[in-house]
């Protein structure tokens, strides 16, 4: 996935290089930075001294000597001053300097920390949107998978107005269908355990019943689908399913996944690279679901073209279909997706931002 949101230590991160929210003496710290050093080792804080500080907005990269990555990129953020002292423009410089240098430095992974989010006091609600806004618009142009590495998920939201918001859909949704289920579920309870046509008199001293195979033990849930299955025992015994060959029966294939995606991607006016990557999808799944006429994709990656191709909820439906799939109002992380298809918010950053936020697994691949 190009771009992902990860709880973890960034220390601990298996990536070509991290990056450090730095001060502007790069000698060290506490929170992030102080981390960094000590997990890196001494000789860190020795090549650091040689570089002769950083400014505000930009970064400059190390070695990793003791971390599991190639190199430190060591990025310096604003301190938050209430937003009117440049601090967004500030941030936006220090991300875009971090990602120039693992470009030129052929980083094919790299991972962030929230910059400025601590010690400097940056709302962390907004360090996250310049962090993904910046991010998402670099992998519009280049590949790369970047990591935003959340410390402390207590301390991370999404805006307060976006969560409440999606948080009263989840509710209006999710919690309406489960109580219905709940209220179906006692309603067959309280139904009677009988359904066949027998005169009532008859099924005290009933053993079997010829027609429908009820038994009077058996529970209404398990009667009804007895019940249910018998057509489908019928289905088989149909002259004609066996008239045709197999090839011949897959000879009337519809169209497929993938043929339907390139089909809308030609219809969009996309080029392939503008679509995937505009889904967070890499760059290798979607050549091997370009050359797979019958590619059976995730249900995480069929989402995530129907939102690159900014589709309406029931074409979303359709090509869910095509690969097996629906979306399902007993699922927190689809509802979230659906909030923001019916909000015409197709922004696929934005959309993990908030399924990272309901602890739901992440859209792309
Ligand atoms: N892994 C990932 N994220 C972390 C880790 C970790 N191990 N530790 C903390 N964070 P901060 P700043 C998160 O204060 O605001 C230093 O003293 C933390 O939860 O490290 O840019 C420097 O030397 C927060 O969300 O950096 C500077 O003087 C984010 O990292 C000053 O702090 C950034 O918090 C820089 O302040």
Not at 5 to 15: A, L, W
Not at 36 to 54: D, F, M, T, V, Y
Not at 236 to 247: G, Q, R, V
Not at 292 to 297: A, F, M, N, V
Request: net charge negative; charged share 25%; hydrophobic share 40%.
């Amino acid at each position: 996935m190009p771009l992902g949101i990860v709880r973890n230590d960034i220390t601990k991160m298996k990536v070509d290089a991290i990056v450090n929210a730095a001060n502007t003496t790069l000698m060290g710290g506490g929170g992030v930075d102080g981390c960094i050093h000590r997990a890196a080792g001494p000789k860190l804080l020795i090549e650091c001294a040689k570089l002769r500080g950083c400014p505000t907005g930009s970064a400059k990269l190390t070695g990793a000597y003791r971390l599991p990555c190639k190199y430190i990129i060591h990025a310096v953020g604003p301190r938050w001053h209430g937003g009117n002292c440049n601090e967004e423009a500030l941030l936006t410089s220090c991300y875009k300097a971090a990602l120039q240098l693992a470009k030129e430095h052929n980083c094919s992974s790299v991972a962030f920390p929230l910059i400025s989010s601590g010690a400097y006091g940056y709302p962390k609600d907004r360090a996250l949107k310049v962090a993904i806004d910046t991010i998402g618009e670099f992998l519009l142009e280049n590949d790369m998978d970047v990591y935003i590495v959340i410390f402390d998920k207590n301390a991370y939201r999404i805006s307060e107005k976006l969560f409440a918001d999606i948080k009263e859909y989840i509710d209006d949704n999710y919690v309406d269908k489960h109580t219905d289920v709940r209220i179906d579920a006692m309603r067959a309870r309280s139904m009677p355990r009988y359904s066949c046509n027998m005169p009532s008199s008859d099924k005290a001293s009933y053993t079997e019943c010829a027609e429908c195979t009820v038994g009077p033990d058996m529970p209404f849930e398990a009667m009804t689908a007895r019940q249910s299955a018998k057509p489908m025992v019928k289905a088989f015994s149909m002259p004609n399913i066996t008239a045709l060959s197999l090839d011949d029966k897959l000879n009337q294939l519809d169209e497929s996944f993938s043929e339907m995606l390139l089909r809308k991607i030609d219809e969009s006016g996309m080029t392939d690279a503008e679509c995937y990557k505009k889904a967070n999808i890499d760059r290798k799944l979607f050549s091997k679901i370009r050359s797979d006429k019958l590619y059976k994709p995730s249900k995480p990656t069929v989402i995530a073209f129907a939102i690159a191709l900014e589709l309406p909820i029931e074409e979303v439906n359709d090509m869910l279909m095509k690969a097996g799939f629906a979306l399902s109002h007993s699922n927190k992380s689809d509802i979230i997706i659906e909030y923001f298809i019916e909000h015409g918010n197709y922004n696929i950053f934005e959309i993990n931002e908030a399924l990272f936020a309901f602890d739901q697994s992440l859209i792309g691949a």
